[in-house]
C-alpha cells in the first residue's frame, strides 16, 4: 500500500523552514527518502529504521515515529537547490525483497 | 557509493517495435534490481523485482509478457518493452542493492526516457 505524503505541494523562499510528512497505514520497517529534480532519478537523502530514529544531512533531518507508522523530513534554512520533488519510500516489516513502495511526492519550490 | 548505470537514457520508437533498456551496477554485485515506471509528475511505481538467475517477479497489473525481464549476471538486468505503443511512454528507473546489507540504500540507475511515436 503506498504511503501518504503531505503536503503534496509547498513554496518556500529562501532560509524558510519545512516539513513533509509520511504515514502508512502498514507497520515499517524503514523510510528512505528520496529528492528528485525534474527529468533527473531520485537521489538519496537518509534512511531511517524503526526504532524512532532521527538523523540528520547537513540541514536536511528526519524522525520516525514507528508506533504511528509516520515519518517527517524536516528542511531548515532551505536553499534554492532544495527545489525537487520528494518521495519518502517505505519498507513494510516482514518485507523480505527489501522492495520498496513510494509516496506521490511533495513537490517544493524554493525561490528567492 | 555505488554506482547504477542506465542505457539509454533517451530513446524515441516507432509504435509496435521493442526497446531495450540496460540497468547495470558498476561497483558492486546486485542480485536483486527493482525496474520502476514514473508517469510525468507522477510517483514511482514499481513494475517489477529482477533476481539474478530467476524469473522476475512483477507487480499486479504488469504484463509480464510486455515487460520482458532478464537479469543474466550479478551486474546486469534488462528491460525489454515489447511492440510499444504511445501509452508506453513514460520514464522507467532501475534499481539496484548491495546483497547481505539489510539497511542500506537503494541506487538509483539515471532513468531512460521513453517517447513511443
Known amino acids: 500500500q503506498q504511503p501518504v505524503q503531505s503536503p503534496q505541494a509547498v513554496i518556500l523562499r529562501e532560509g524558510e523552514d519545512a516539513v513533509i510528512n509520511c504515514s502508512s497505514s502498514k507497520a515499517l520497517y524503514s523510510v528512505h527518502w528520496y529528492r528528485q529534480k525534474h527529468g533527473e532519478a531520485p537521489v538519496f537523502l537518509m534512511i531511517?529504521?524503526?526504532?524512532?530514529e532521527q538523523k540528520g544531512h547537513e540541514k536536511i533531518s528526519a524522525s520516525f515515529n514507528e508506533k504511528k507508522q509516520q515519518s517527517s523530513l524536516y528542511l531548515t534554512a532551505s536553499q534554492l537547490s532544495y527545489s525537487g520533488t520528494y518521495f519518502c519510500?517505505?519498507?513494510?516489516?516482514?518485507?523480505?525483497?527489501?522492495?520498496?513502495?513510494f509516496g506521490k511526492g511533495t513537490k517544493l519550490s524554493v525561490i528567492p | 557509493g555505488a554506482v547504477v548505470s542506465q542505457h539509454p537514457s533517451r530513446v524515441i520508437c516507432k509504435s509496435g517495435t521493442s526497446v531495450k533498456i540496460e540497468c547495470r551496477s558498476l561497483?558492486?554485485?546486485?542480485?536483486?534490481m527493482f525496474w520502476y515506471r514514473q508517469f510525468p509528475k507522477q510517483s514511482l511505481m514499481l513494475m517489477a523485482t529482477?533476481?539474478?538467475?530467476?524469473?522476475?517477479?512483477?507487480e499486479q497489473g504488469v504484463e509480464k509478457d510486455k515487460f520482458l525481464i532478464n537479469h543474466a549476471s550479478l551486474t546486469l538486468s534488462t528491460l525489454t518493452v515489447t511492440s510499444a505503443h504511445p501509452e508506453d511512454s513514460s520514464f522507467y528507473i532501475c534499481?539496484?542493492?548491495?546483497?547481505?546489507?539489510?539497511?542500506?540504500?537503494?541506487?538509483f540507475g539515471q532513468g531512460t526516457r521513453l517517447t513511443v511515436v
Open positions: 534499481s539496484a542493492r548491495s546483497p547481505g546489507q539489510k539497511n542500506t540504500e537503494a541506487f
Open positions: 561497483d558492486f554485485q546486485a542480485t536483486t
Open positions: 529482477s533476481n539474478e538467475g530467476s524469473k522476475a517477479t512483477y
Open positions: 519510500g517505505t519498507r513494510s516489516s516482514g518485507a523480505g525483497s527489501y522492495q520498496l513502495t
Open positions: 531511517l529504521l524503526k526504532g524512532g
